[in-house]
């Protein structure tokens, strides 16, 4: 079954502290991994998808294809990535998307 | 370009109503999926529209239908309404599949 696992509903970070957002997956075949995040009183909006290896707003995300993860990271965080955050696959060009329930991330102050 | 619009904001029907929701897509995009976001839960995907053909679908029923026109915007209807159909209803355009743009949503509440 195809299927986006995201154990945290919601995590608290201390300002300045490393955040790690978890995602698992679950496709048999190679899907593309994406990160999706929505602030406040915005649209949903893309993050960043592990094909073109960027890293947005100081966030990586690294496939690991053994574990079948695509966790979201970042070394400092900062007060303005409080957000939802969602993580999502697809099986290729043209075929839908599929996305977790979502983790709130909250920066302490 | 105002990017993706969709109306109306917000929306309360009665059970067993039908109910027509719309979508502009982003200047340039000839591609619309539909998504519900119920409370507490990732979007799912409903259904996709190219070229005014429904070109991929959910695990939605039949109550759920779509149409795309000419100038690529598109109408999402459910007929029939029931209590848990109530969610937010988002769409998202693109031109490459990837680069799917969304809307802010439409709220849909069924009493």
């Known amino acids: 079954a195809q299927r986006v696992t995201q154990p945290e509903k919601l995590l608290s970070v201390f300002k300045g502290a490393p955040v790690e957002l978890k995602c698992n997956y679950s496709?048999?075949?190679?899907?593309?991994l994406f990160w999706y995040v929505q602030y406040s009183r915005q649209r949903l909006q893309l993050l960043l998808r592990?094909?073109s290896r960027e890293s947005i707003k100081g966030f990586t995300a690294d496939l690991n294809k053994g574990e079948t993860s695509f966790h979201l990271k970042k070394p400092f965080a900062q007060e303005e990535d409080s957000a939802m955050y969602y993580c999502?696959?697809?099986?290729?060009?043209?075929?839908?998307?599929?996305f977790g329930k979502g983790t709130r991330l909250h920066i302490l102050p | 370009d105002a990017g993706v619009t969709q109306s109306p904001t917000h929306l309360i029907k009665t059970r067993g109503q039908q109910v027509t929701l719309r979508c502009s897509p982003k200047?340039?995009?000839?591609?619309v999926s539909w998504y519900q976001q119920a409370l507490g839960q990732g979007p799912q995907f409903i259904f996709q529209?190219?070229?005014?053909?429904?070109?991929q679908r959910g695990n939605f029923p039949d109550r759920f239908s779509g149409h795309q026109f000419p100038n690529y915007s598109s109408e999402l209807n459910v007929n029939a309404l029931l209590l848990g159909d109530s969610a937010l209803y988002l769409c998202?355009?693109?031109?490459?599949?990837?680069?799917?743009?969304f809307g802010p949503g439409t709220r849909l509440t069924v009493t």
């Open positions: 592990h094909i």
């Open positions: 496709y048999s075949g190679s899907p593309e």
């Open positions: 529209y190219y070229e005014e053909e429904e070109r």
């Open positions: 998202a355009s693109s031109r490459s599949y990837y680069e799917q743009y």
């Open positions: 200047s340039g995009h000839d591609t």
């Open positions: 999502a696959l697809s099986g290729g060009r043209d075929d839908k998307i599929i």
